[in-house]
């Protein structure tokens, strides 16, 4: 069967700090990996994807994420987080020919000032 | 506008009732997708339309939800016999392709079955 794990339901981070939001995922073939943030009462907003290429993929608001295809990683990270940043973020792979993301239960990011 | 756009924002019925939920997709992408999020879940998958046609419907959980999109742009799902477990915010998505493009959500619709 094909997932997404995110194991941490909830981050802490200090503002400032370095943060790093995990996803692993089981999924046949060779995966397009996204990771999407949602704010409070608000839409799902697309961060950054990858598709093929360098295995870092630079995305919106300072985010990147690394690929690892050996531990079928994507790891989410900013080198600095922002108040702002504190929002719940999914992990989603894009599976196969049919073209569904598949959603896990998102991780809870808290940036404390 | 240039985003997905989709209503009512809220919706609040009654057990049994006919509910409609509309989406207006982004202007010419050609895939369009319903999620609904339950609060503390992800968004899980009803219908991916390509065009008019429905590619894949497996996420619709009965016979009771239906969607079209009989122009290839603006979608309505439909939801017959509303139930109290129906209550979720179903969420609108399109995307250029389908393939390998990102999917551009809407705010979504809140529907209550009291």
């Known amino acids: 069967a094909q997932s997404v794990a995110q194991p941490e339901d909830q981050v802490n981070v200090a503002e400032g700090n370095p943060l790093t939001v995990k996803c692993t995922y089981s999924?046949?073939?060779?995966?397009?990996l996204f990771w999407y943030v949602q704010y409070p009462n608000r839409g799902l907003q697309f961060l950054l994807k990858?598709?093929?290429?360098d295995n870092l993929v630079k995305g919106s608001y300072g985010f990147e994420a690394e690929f690892n295809k050996s531990q079928t990683s994507f790891h989410l990270k900013k080198p600095s987080a922002l108040v702002s940043d504190s929002a719940l973020y999914f992990c989603?792979?894009?599976?196969?020919?049919?073209?569904?993301?598949?959603w896990g239960l998102g991780t809870s990011l808290a940036v404390n000032p | 506008g240039a985003g997905v756009s989709q209503t009512p924002s809220n919706k609040v019925t009654e057990k049994g009732k006919y509910v409609e939920l509309r989406c207006d997709p982004i202007?010419?992408?050609?895939?369009l997708y319903w999620y609904r999020q339950s609060l503390g879940q992800g968004p899980e998958f009803l219908i991916y339309?390509?065009?008019?046609?429905?590619?894949?419907d497996s996420g619709l959980p009965n016979d009771r939800f239906f969607a079209v999109r009989p122009e290839g742009s603006v979608s309505t799902l439909k939801i017959q016999r509303t139930e109290r477990g129906d209550s979720a915010v179903y969420l609108c998505?399109?995307?250029?392709?389908?393939?390998?493009?990102?999917?551009?959500f809407g705010p979504g619709t809140r529907l209550t079955v009291l």
């Open positions: 202007s010419g992408h050609t895939a």
């Open positions: 998505a399109s995307s250029l392709t389908g393939a390998s493009g990102e999917q551009f």
């Open positions: 989603a792979p894009l599976a196969g020919n049919n073209r569904k993301l598949i």
């Open positions: 339309f390509q065009g008019t046609g429905a590619a894949d």
């Open positions: 990858y598709i093929t290429g």
């Open positions: 999924v046949s073939g060779n995966p397009y």
